[in-house]
């Protein structure tokens, strides 16, 4: 076999990636998490959005008890406190 198909090789060029932050209005720690992600989104040019758990059903049953809670492309990143040089590694990886 002469390498791989090209269906199988990474494509130039970093993948979008989205940053989700799931808060709650007036949470203290949802503002340090948002200046964390607002900061290492803006450097690396990712692209984020906030959700309001208390205007979403699913979200409120599924991550009520650790707001805020930062998803990588849809996935669990971290919660409660965001480590800006962990989610930066995360980003880049």
Known sequence: MAGMSPLFRRKAG???RLV??????????CDDAELVVAKVCGELG???E??????????????WEQ???V???GEQH??????E???RRALTD
């Open 46 to 48: 990712v692209s984020w």
């Open 78 to 83: 971290t919660f409660w406190r965001v480590n």
């Open 67 to 69: 707001i805020p809670v």
């Open 71 to 73: 998803l990588v492309d």
């Open 20 to 29: 989700t932050l799931i808060r709650k209005p007036g949470c203290h720690l």
């Open 14 to 16: 970093p993948r979008e």
């Open 50 to 63: 906030q959700k309001d758990i208390t205007e979403d059903r699913a979200l409120h049953d599924r991550y």
């Open 85 to 87: 040089e962990r989610l």
